[in-house]
């Protein structure tokens, strides 16, 4: 991991250890950041398992609000109910266990937005929608991909065979990029808020098989989730790849590289 980006963490992790531990006592642990920058939320887990979950056991959270310029922690819900959640404008998009997904307005009333969310909330810049894996029909669809506006209304952009999963939209709300396994290799795609043909943006050509013994030559790494990414320009995504490691990609040519220097 570069310098600036272990900075970021250690200054999160400063703040919001010593703050959770007051507010949820002694057992509760920090374990996920949702987004980046100003306001962006962090789940609180009620106490580490002794035992390791099964797979498909996702533990669930309590949400607290950070504000990464300032450093400020409060608690937005002391119920451990949600899986994920993010700032969305001036407020906050809750999704819980069941996958339904609720916006707490700034004055704090709740509405259901939608249903059978699967999770990856990304919100636009201007925080009038979000995009989101969807749950799957069942019919070897597993997930799906969609924006979802404050209104509550959901339109599916992207449903490939498969998973159909973390997207994330443009600053300028017109591009959404997700990742797809429709090729056998997990893949960035580009489609636009109008639903337009998917178009596969990396590991072109590339099967499951050339994955054998390593990642062959031109592989760009899928992202850890939609709540590390972050957008440098309307065209280019920065984005966790694992292991320490961002990448940056033109989501207009497919063009991939690690970022080393760590500029935003």
């Given amino acids: 991991m570069n310098p600036s980006d272990r900075r970021r963490i250690e200054k999160a992790r400063e703040r919001i250890v010593p703050a959770v531990a007051k507010e949820f006592g002694p057992k509760a642990r920090f374990v996920h950041l949702f ?5 962006m939320m962090a789940g609180v887990l009620a106490e580490i398992p002794e035992h390791a979950p099964a797979t498909d056991d996702v533990p669930l959270l309590a949400i607290v609000q950070y504000d990464e310029p300032t450093g400020a922690v409060r608690v937005v819900d002391r119920e451990f109910k949600y899986r994920e959640a993010r700032s969305v404008g001036p407020h ?5 266990g069941q996958g339904n997904l609720r916006l707490r307005e700034a004055n704090g009333r709740e509405r259901l937005l939608a ?3 699967g999770g990856d909330l990304f919100p636009t810049a201007k925080g009038d929608a979000l995009v989101a894996t969807m749950e799957g ?7 799906s991909v969609a924006i979802i506006d404050m209104n509550g ?3 599916v952009l992207a449903d490939g065979p498969g998973i159909d999963a973390t997207p994330s939209i443009s600053p300028d709300g017109k591009t959404v990029v997700f990742v797809s396994g429709r090729t056998s290799v997990a893949s960035f795609f580009v489609t636009t808020v109008e639903g337009a043909q998917p178009r596969q943006l990396t590991n072109v050509g590339l099967e499951s098989v050339m994955l054998f013994g390593g990642a062959p030559e031109g592989f760009v790494p899928p992202p850890v989730s939609s709540h590390h990414m972050e957008w440098v320009s309307d065209d280019v995504l920065r984005y966790n790849a694992g292991g320490g490691e ?4 033109n989501v207009r040519t497919g063009q ?7 500029e935003k």
């Fill in 35 to 39: 987004g980046q920058g100003r306001n």
């Fill in 92 to 96: 906050v998009a809750l999704l819980d």
């Fill in 256 to 262: 991939a590289a690690p970022d080393l220097g760590g």
């Fill in 115 to 117: 249903q059978k969310v």
């Fill in 153 to 155: 209304r959901v339109k």
């Fill in 137 to 143: 029909n069942g019919e070897g669809h597993e997930t």
């Fill in 246 to 249: 961002f990448w940056k990609l």
